[in-house]
């Protein structure tokens, strides 16, 4: 038997459960948007408190307008690096590198620090010619378990000459979750690897997601296989 008093409480807990579905909507909203506006903005005021007190007071715009702008070191930070890249790639810039090199492998602390410094910079902002291929999935760590890893290239060298393999083997970086920067490099045979149609960005939000997030514009639901069995299906219905 029910009373007028049982139909309180059930609205009550469906009025809660509705604020609190669009708060933690909202937060899904505003978290990547308010972390991305404060990462940003704390990232240049760092750069600023670096920057500007290597500038010049007079060529400060702050004792000009009198508001002291974020950002201008950063502007002037962009400008010398991409001035300093310029002069890299010419002849009498890449003789200076040269030899501003050889005189650091002189030392024996700050050569390590430097080439190490160096390795991770040339990785982190490598050109496209160095960038992964492809996304492909490997079986790993056993047969039966698929894990999603990135084409880099074919083994060369002593490495392709001293596998025993029938066919050629492939370079496959396997990134770990939730950081894909830290991994395993295998070298897979090049029947073991299936290439995927996802670019390597896509594949790349996946691992990060710990498979939550399926950027491909397809249903992930709904597997190619059973795709054509249904198309099949209704061709011989027909």
Request: aromatic share 10%; with cysteine; proline share 7%.
């Amino acid at each position: 038997m029910t009373t007028p008093f049982d139909e309180e409480p059930q609205r009550r807990r469906g009025l809660f459960a509705s604020l609190r579905a669009s708060f933690f909507t909202g937060i899904v909203v505003i978290a990547p948007v308010g972390l991305t506006v404060w990462l940003l903005w704390s990232v240049m005021g760092w750069i600023d408190s670096v920057v500007l007190p290597l500038v010049p007071h007079t060529f400060r715009p702050e004792q000009y307008i009198g508001i002291n702008l974020r950002g201008v070191g950063l502007i002037i930070f962009l400008l010398f690096t991409i001035i300093v890249g310029w002069i890299a790639k010419g002849i009498i810039g890449r003789s200076l590198i040269t030899f501003a090199e050889s005189l650091v492998d002189r030392m024996p602390v700050v050569r390590t620090v430097y080439s190490g410094i160096k390795q991770i910079s040339e990785t982190v902002f490598a050109q496209s010619e160095r960038s992964f291929e492809k996304a492909c999935l490997v079986q790993y760590p056993r047969k039966g378990i698929w894990a999603i890893g990135f084409i880099s290239t074919n083994a060369k060298g002593e490495i392709a000459k001293r596998a025993e393999t029938s066919g050629g083997l492939v370079s496959v970086f396997l990134p770990t979750t939730p950081n894909p920067t830290s991994g395993f490099l295998l070298f897979v045979p090049e029947e073991d690897v299936i290439e995927l149609d996802m670019t390597v960005e896509d594949s790349a939000k996946l691992v990060i997601s710990a498979g939550l997030v399926y950027p491909n514009p397809k249903d992930p639901t709904k597997p190619v296989e059973n795709g054509k069995k249904t198309k099949v299906l209704e061709k011989e219905s027909a």
